[in-house]
């Protein structure tokens, strides 16, 4: 038994019993992969996979069990190499942060300015994607924090903590006739043309369940992973944008105008996530710290250790 073949297993698991794409994602070739599956198989006594020829189909009952063990082998794994890197050289190392783009635009540049200033020996890289690919970060180890509104508080690998609470907000530009509506309504919005987030980026299932409660089908016709883009297209008049509030500011986005509308769409929640499991270096805890002060050494300790998906401090 090596750690080769854990990973194996692992990424089967990752790629949907997908050879050929673990193959990819490990950098070495399908016969090899199929050779290290059948060699721990061999030596274990146990078959891991169900199979139909070639195929894998999925896990047998002993090979759900195994899954289990090997992610946390090869997550202490990953934790002996922090240890030591992080008594080695407490002030240094490299500090990843997988965040969406309203959140590292908007939210996240204090922070990461103060982090650089305490920390200037940490090389910190942010990642930005979807919330998806943001979890995916998270539980595969490549990424220390991960920032979002949707997904992290769904899985039990991850302790989530919240980061702060917000509202979606319309902006219009100069003259729109939604300026001089005094009652504004869901209904009334939905005489125009939307334009706001993609499916899946900050917090557009609560936007759609909010249209969908009033009984109003929006004419969305056009949507964008960040605000930047949204503000552009409603600048150019196609549309009403519903943004998240934060990122709209009057110094810069002058021929837009912001209309707060938080009786009409839910309260989101961003918020912070680690690997549970996962060894986290003083910087690290420090930057935990500094995005979410109410959760303290003890609390984080302890989420670290419970099964729940979230922590609402």
Known sequence: MNLQQLRIIRETVRQEFNLTEVANALYTSQPGVSKHI??????LGIEIFVRHGKRLLGLTEPGRELAGVVERI??????????????????????????????????????????????????????QGSPVEIADLLLSGVADVGIATEKLD????????????????L???YGHPLLEVRDLTL????????VTYQEG??????????????????DIVLSA?????????????????????????ANKDRGLTL??????????????????????????????????????????????QRPSSAVDG
């Open 201 to 218: 980026f900050t917090g557009r299932t609560l936007i759609d369940g909010a249209f969908a409660a009033a009984g109003v089908a929006p």
């Open 171 to 173: 902006i219009v530009p």
């Open 74 to 127: 090869l997550l202490d794994t990953q934790n002996l190499r922090h240890i030591a890197d992080h008594f080695a050289s407490r002030e240094s190392g490299h500090f990843v942060v997988a965040t969406t783009h309203t959140q590292a635009r908007y939210a996240l540049p204090q922070i990461i300015k103060w982090f650089k200033a305490d920390y200037p020996k940490v090389h910190l890289a942010l990642h």
């Open 225 to 249: 992973i960040d605000a930047d883009v949204i503000k552009t297209y409603v600048e150019l008049g196609l549309g009403v944008g519903i943004v998240a509030s934060m990122a709209y500011d």
């Open 259 to 304: 209309i707060p509308a938080p009786r009409l769409f839910p309260e989101s929640t961003t918020r912070l996530a680690v690997r549970r499991g996962k060894y986290l270096r003083s910087y690290v805890r420090a930057f935990i710290e500094k995005v979410c002060p109410e959760v303290g050494e003890d609390a984080l300790a302890a989420a670290m």
């Open 154 to 169: 769904q899985l039990p690998e991850v302790a989530a903590f919240p980061f702060y609470r917000w509202h979606h907000a």
């Open 38 to 43: 059948r060699d721990l198989e061999d030596e």
């Open 187 to 194: 209904e009334v919005i939905g005489d125009y043309p939307i």
